[in-house]
Antibody
Framework: EVQLVESGGGLVQPGGSLRLSCAASGFTFSTYAMNWVRQAPGKGLEWLSYINGGSSVIYYADSVRGRFTISRDNAKNSLYLQMNSLRDEDTAVYYC????????????WGQGTLVTVSS | DIQMTQSPSSLSASIGDRVTITCRASQGISNYLVWYQQKPGKVPKLLIYAASTLQSGVPSRFSGSGSGTDFTLTISSLQPEDVATYYCQMYNSALITFGQGTRLEIK
């Protein structure tokens, strides 16, 4: 069974940093691209970043480029999102999602981890 | 940057109705178009990828069509369990973009 479990969320002050993790199981992690997607309270979905299986292709949304860094450790079946210079508007539930390999669609999603940026 | 417009933003329909949601891209995106369903308090669920391919396990009343700039998600006969927000997602030039969402309710 495919499982994605995010961790690392919490309360952080504006300007602070946080590192999110996503533990993957139930599939060959290294062969799948992964994405981070967030959803602010009561709002829609916002794609943040994409990384392919070998970490050779990485994309970022304009809203986080230069502040967030995606990475993965295939030996640990883990995906990460390093978030720096956090702003109030980064408050959201952060999801990791598995790319199914066709049209950048995500077929499995974690339950999400809440990040709250507030002083 | 390419823009994605999803419409309508909300929709109320009766059980058994045919429901259509559209997404329009400002430039051609081939078939890099995906549809998700998100029920309240739940994570998004993949419905359709590559514009028209039904994800395994998704009821056949859901269908997708379109290519280039105009795409449609159709529910052929609305069921009570279809109450949700529906999102389109596109890919173009190293960017992935979600539509604004369509909230579907039962009339």
């Amino acid at each position: 069974e495919v499982q994605l479990v995010e961790s690392g969320g919490g309360l952080v002050q504006p300007g602070g940093s946080l590192r999110l993790s996503c533990a993957a199981s139930g599939f060959t992690f290294s062969t799948y691209a992964m994405n981070w997607v967030r959803q602010a309270p009561g709002k829609g979905l916002e794609w943040l970043s994409y990384i392919n299986g070998g970490s050779s292709v990485i994309y970022y949304a304009d809203s986080v480029r230069g502040r967030f860094t995606i990475s993965r450790d295939n030996a640990k079946n883990s995906l990460y999102l390093q978030m720096n210079s956090l702003r109030d508007e980064d408050t959201a539930v952060y999801y990791c999602a598995r790319d199914c390999g066709d049209s950048y669609a995500n077929d499995y999603w974690g339950q999400g981890t809440l990040v709250t940026v507030s002083s | 940057d390419i823009q994605m417009t999803q419409s309508p933003s909300s929709l109320s329909a009766s059980i058994g109705d045919r429901v259509t949601i559209t997404c329009r891209a400002s430039q051609g995106i081939s078939n890099y178009l995906v549809w998700y369903q998100q029920k309240p308090g739940k994570v998004p669920k993949l419905l359709i990828y590559a514009a028209s391919t039904l994800q395994s396990g998704v009821p056949s009343r859901f269908s997708g069509s379109g290519s280039g700039t105009d795409f449609t998600l159709t529910i052929s006969s609305l069921q009570p369990e279809d109450v949700a927000t529906y999102y389109c997602q596109m890919y173009n030039s190293a960017l992935i973009t979600f539509g604004q969402g369509t909230r579907l309710e039962i009339k």
